[in-house]
T-cell receptor, first 114, second 112 residues
C-alpha cells in the first residue's frame, strides 16, 4: 500500500463553481479525516468518518460543504458555490481504530478560487 | 479549550547547529502530543509522539519530552542537517476527541 492518495492535487476554479475532491485512505483504515490548511497556518479539522458514518463536523464546515464516504472506503468532499475564502489546501488523513493512533496524511489538494 | 502555541518562524540555522522549537499547549484531561513535519512538496508526516507525562518521543535525531508541569513539548535536535529544512507542526490529540489540533507551524531553513 502506498499511503493516502488525493485527487486532484491542484484545482483552480472560478468563484461560484462547485468542486469535488477525492480521498483514498490506506486500505485497512476505517477512520478518515478531512482538514483544511491555509497559508502559514496549521491544518484545521473539518470532519471525520468511522467507516461510512460521519461522526463529527467542525463549525468550519458550512452548509456549502458536504462530505461522504458511501462504502466506508474512499471519501469525497464537495464545495458548492465556491468563494475566494475557500482557497486552501484540503488534507485527508486516515487511521485504524484505537484510542491514540497516528493519522496518516495524504499530499493534499490545493484549491485556488479566482 | 484545547490549543497549541508554537514558536514563530522562520528559523534559520547553519548545518550542525543545535535546534530548539518551543511548543506549549492548553488542554483538558491528558492529551497525547505530536510533532509533525512537512517537507517541501510532501504531505504531513508524524515525526514523533508522546502519550503521557514525562514520555520522551524520538526519531531521526529529534527529541521532545512531554512536560505536564510546564505544559510544554519542545522539539530539539543536537546537530541539524540541510535535509531537515521543512515546516514543523506541534499538535495535540485531546483525550476525549478524535481530531488533532495543530499549532501554526514553524518553518526551519538550514544553511550548508
Amino acid at each position: 500500500d502506498t499511503g493516502v492518495s488525493q485527487d486532484p492535487r491542484h484545482k483552480i476554479t472560478k468563484r461560484g463553481q462547485n468542486v469535488t475532491f477525492r480521498c483514498d485512505p490506506i486500505s485497512e483504515h476505517n477512520r478518515l479525516y478531512w482538514y483544511r490548511q491555509t497559508l502559514g497556518q496549521g491544518p484545521e479539522f473539518l470532519t471525520y468518518f468511522q467507516n461510512e458514518a460521519q461522526l463529527e463536523k467542525s463549525r468550519l464546515l458550512s452548509d456549502r460543504f458536504s462530505a461522504e464516504r458511501p462504502k466506508g472506503s474512499f471519501s469525497t468532499l464537495e464545495i458548492q458555490r465556491t468563494e475566494q475564502g475557500d482557497s486552501a489546501m484540503y488534507l485527508c488523513a486516515s487511521s485504524p481504530s484505537g484510542q491514540v493512533v497516528e493519522q496518516y496524511f495524504g499530499p493534499g489538494t490545493r484549491l485556488t478560487v479566482t | 479549550g484545547n490549543s497549541v502555541t508554537q514558536m514563530e518562524g522562520p528559523v534559520t540555522l547553519s548545518e550542525e547547529a543545535f535546534l530548539t522549537i518551543n511548543c506549549t499547549y492548553t488542554a483538558t484531561g491528558y492529551p497525547s502530543l505530536f510533532w509533525y513535519v512537512q517537507y517541501p512538496g510532501e504531505g504531513l508526516q508524524l515525526l514523533l509522539k508522546a502519550t503521557k507525562a514525562d514520555d520522551k518521543g524520538s526519531n531521526k535525531g529529534f527529541e521532545a519530552t512531554y512536560r505536564k508541569e510546564t505544559t510544554s513539548f519542545h522539539l530539539e535536535k543536537g546537530s541539524v542537517q540541510v535535509s531537515d529544512s521543512a515546516v514543523y507542526f506541534c499538535a495535540l490529540f485531546p483525550s476525549s476527541a478524535s481530531k488533532i489540533i495543530f499549532g501554526s507551524g514553524t518553518r526551519l531553513s538550514i544553511r550548508p
